[in-house]
Structure formats: C-alpha cells, structure tokens
C-alpha cells in the first residue's frame, strides 16, 4: 500500500473502526514508512491529550434506565410505522373494490338496455313488415288461396318481443 492509499486510514486506525485485514496492512505500511509513522503518532498524541484532559462521568443506574426505555418505546414505535404500510394498501384496494362493486350494476344495466332497445326495434320492424304484407295480400280478392298458404310462412317470420312495450 501506498501513502496516499493509507492516510485516509489513519483516523479509522485509531478509533479501532478498520477490519483486521487493512489493520494488519497498514501496521506493516508504518513500520517501514517514517513520515506515516509519524502521522500516527500525532493523531495517537492528539487522541490521548483530549482523553486526558476530559472529566469522566457514569450515569447512575436511574438514567441508564430511563434511555434503555426510551430506546425500547423508540424502537416499538419504529416498528409499528414500519408496520402501517399494508394498511393503508389495504384499504385502497378495499375502496377500489367497492367503487367497481358499486359502478358495476350500472355499466352492466346500460348494456342490457341498449339490447332490449335493439330487441324491441327489430320486433316491430318484423312487425311492421308481416302487417303490410298481411294487409297486401288481403287486399287482393284472388290471392286470398295465396294468404292461407303463406299465412304458416309468415307466422314463423314474425318472432314476437317477450318484453312488454307500454304505448
């Protein structure tokens, strides 16, 4: 390894925050270096005189205590945010259900009048059709054999509506 490689590790040398590897790495680096041997031992210098010049304080078992509940409400709530996101997909895709369970009756009720609309067109065109023949054929005195043979004929023709029209 390089200088350059390794002066960005020397603070982490010092807060122990490297893996063993590059620890290992590095201690050989500085045994052979002088100028990165000298970086450490400042940063080493720098470290034990704020160390030593700090007051040391224990919390008492009171506090220590309170910040374990703390952490263990923080953490509690922490999981139940987490928690809440299929509950809100829940109930979107509850009201999407609902809104088609809803719009459904009347998409489906749109289409079955446009065929009974349909229906009732074509029955009184047959109707219309079978009258006027009807009326033709009578009014002819010689084709009255005529209407009695195509009367049958006729009458398969006509297919009458099973839905009531009011007029």
């Not at 459904?104 to 059709?129: D, G």
Request: charged share 25%; aromatic share 8%.
């Amino acid at each position: 390894m390089t200088c350059d490689e390794l002066n960005p590790l020397l603070n982490a040398r010092i807060d122990d925050e490297i893996d063993p590897v590059q620890r290992s790495a590095l201690d050989s680096h500085v045994k052979t270096c002088s100028a990165c041997a000298a970086d450490l031992l400042e940063l080493e210098s720098v470290r034990n005189a704020i160390r030593a010049d700090m007051p040391y304080y224990t919390a008492s078992a009171d506090l220590r205590n309170q910040v374990r509940s703390a952490l263990r409400g923080a953490e509690y709530l922490d999981r139940g945010a987490r928690r809440t996101g299929w509950r809100v997909w829940g109930a979107i895709a509850a009201s999407v259900a609902l809104c088609a369970l809803v719009t459904a009756p009347f998409f489906v009720n749109a289409r079955s009048q446009r065929q009974f609309v349909a229906e009732e067109l074509l029955s009184a065109h047959q109707r219309a059709l079978i009258g006027r023949a009807w009326t033709s054929f009578r009014r002819t005195s010689t084709r009255s054999s005529m209407v009695q043979r195509e009367a049958p004929v006729l009458a398969t023709c006509y297919r009458p509506s099973y839905r009531r029209v009011s007029t």
